[in-house]
């Protein structure tokens, strides 16, 4: 199946792969489309999958005592996404997964990615490899936003993010950045 490509690419850079794993990897995973705003995870609700991005972006964000959205982490094509804390835990999420824009996806239920990865290297270093980046990520992203100011912040969104300002509306990229979308409008005009 050609959208499966994208998929087997991924997991290829980081363990070969045979006939036999990539048919069991078509067999776990289901093809899915979505529309802009869609959500695939509410705050209080399980985290029960794990979505790998064909083609479109999520975002990953909680709501503030103010009613403000965080956003945590924007997911981009060839990237897999999940509230892990919910996922790995079992208790609800305190997260939202949004869809950007239209996006298409390949998912798989929590016990079955769970059981490949007990038995398939290439999906047990898929996992890992979705650990270390999650961690990775989320330590760049503070120490990064520590003292920087905000046209620095936009310079490293930017190096992480090639392209995203086309994509992605103002207003999300500003809470990302933890700015106004005033301040991300001025900014821009100045890099």
Known sequence: ???????????????????????????????KRISKNEFLLQEGEVCKFNYFILKGSLRLYKIDPKGEELIRYFALENKFVSNLTSFITGLPSEEF?????????????????????????????????????????????????????????????????????????????????GITPYTLSRIKSEL
């Open 97 to 177: 997964i949004q869809a950007n824009e239209k996006t298409e996806l390949l998912y798989i239920p929590k016990a079955v990615f769970l059981e490949l990865v007990e038995n398939l290297p290439a999906i047990n270093r898929v996992y890992r490899n979705m650990l270390e980046k999650a961690y990775i990520t989320s330590q760049k992203r503070i120490y990064q936003f520590q003292g920087l100011n905000a046209v620095d912040r936009l310079r490293w969104l930017l190096e992480e993010y090639p392209g995203i300002l086309s994509r992605i509306p103002n207003r999300l990229v500003a809470s990302y950045l």
């Open 1 to 31: 199946m050609k959208e499966f490509g994208p998929l087997y690419a991924y997991i290829e850079k980081l363990h070969p792969l045979n006939e036999e794993v990539k048919e069991r990897i078509v067999k776990s995973f289901v093809f």
